[in-house]
């Protein structure tokens, strides 16, 4: 059984290129939650979504930063016009639901570098 | 504002000597603490969910404990594949379900 698949895993772009970040959850799973870790700091939570629905988006920027997980397909996080500052390993989750205290899955991340 | 303190930021030890980590928490009613193990390049990993004062988790050479205001992780004769990024999270009442509110983790060490 699968794990949570990202990818890329390293994805290079210079400032004001658009980047995409696709997250596959484990199999059953139909919740998803995107999380940025910059350099020195800890894990911070940006949108929770369920299957065509944004359920949670209150730690996503509010502009340039999109995400979606339409019924059919990955997960994707998109970051238009990227700018030095968005630099980071950006981590998706999963959730068989969306009950409380759920454990989350993690995938291995992807690295986005903006040059 | 909820928020997650981890100390120590970084923990060397020798294979066999035991230690524990913190985790303090301030959180407005608490849902759940999270212990995840993060080892480089890779994701978090789950360890531990534990869910009111006093309750204790323990997996192989690990112990959870939790308080009203704090966490621990007690490692006893850790080996150097115990090494790796220990990371604390909680989950409020009230907001997003499973949105979770991580420290900054500690870096543990083990050396043969």
């Known amino acids: 059984n699968a794990g949570v698949m990202q990818n890329p895993r390293h994805l290079v772009r210079r400032r004001g290129q658009e980047a995409r970040l696709r997250c596959s959850p484990m199999k059953g799973h139909s919740h998803v939650y995107w999380y940025r870790q910059l350099p020195e700091e800890g894990l911070k939570f940006m949108v929770y979504?369920?299957?065509?629905?944004?359920?949670?988006e209150s730690g996503m920027p509010k502009e340039r930063f999109s995400a979606e997980f339409p019924k059919e397909g990955p997960s994707i996080l998109r970051i238009q016009q990227v700018v030095r500052g968005d630099s980071a390993a950006y981590f998706c989750?999963?959730?068989?639901?969306?009950?409380?205290?759920?454990?989350?899955?993690f995938g291995s991340g992807t690295q986005l570098s903006v040059l | 504002e909820d928020q997650v303190t981890q100390s120590p930021e970084a923990l060397r030890l020798q294979e066999g000597e035991s230690s524990s980590l913190n985790c303090s928490y301030t959180v407005s009613g608490l849902r759940g603490l999270f212990w995840y193990r993060q080892d480089p390049g890779k994701g978090p990993e789950f360890l531990f969910t534990l869910y009111s004062a006093g309750e204790e988790k323990e997996k192989e050479r690990l112990k959870a404990t939790l308080t009203k205001k704090e966490s621990f992780l007690h490692i006893t004769a850790p080996k150097p594949e115990d090494s790796a990024t220990y990371l604390c999270a909680v989950q409020a009442r009230g907001g997003a379900t499973n949105k979770l509110i991580f420290g900054t983790g500690t870096l543990l060490a083990v050396q043969p």
């Open positions: 979504l369920q299957k065509e629905n944004i359920i949670d």
């Open positions: 989750a999963s959730s068989p639901d969306g009950g409380p205290q759920r454990k989350l899955f």
